[in-house]
């Protein structure tokens, strides 16, 4: 079965950066593109960033342009997202999924998400 598992959250100072990993198992991996979204307490769900199969297309959301990094390494089936500048605002749950256009997640699953908290 499909297993995603979003690790390397913690507590950040604004300003600070953070190098967030997701695993991926149960299917190939390096057939698909991949995204990261968030969810900050008490909204929904969204988007932040995503990258093609092979690396060659990257997309962000405005909120986090010039600030994220998306990557991946397909031989280890993990998708990255390097945080920097971090602000309050991106105080949120990460996960990844696999993505289709505009963000469209594949999997129903979402899996284990990981916590980024910034703050003073």
């Known amino acids: 079965q499909v297993q995603l598992a979003a690790s390397g959250g913690g507590l950040v100072q604004p300003g600070g950066s953070l190098r967030l990993s997701c695993a991926a198992s149960?299917?190939?991996?390096?057939?698909?593109?991949m995204g990261w979204f968030r969810q900050a307490p008490g909204k929904e769900r969204e988007p932040v960033a995503a990258i093609s199969w092979n690396g060659a297309g990257i997309s962000y959301v405005d909120s986090v342009k010039g600030r994220f990094t998306i990557s991946r390494d397909n031989a280890k089936n993990t998708v990255y997202l390097q945080m920097s500048s971090l602000k309050s605002d991106d105080t949120a749950v990460y996960y990844c999924n696999a993505v289709r256009d505009n963000y469209r997640r594949v999997f129903e699953v979402w899996g284990q998400g990981t916590l980024v908290t910034v703050s003073p």
């Open positions: 149960g299917f190939t991996f390096s057939t698909y593109a």
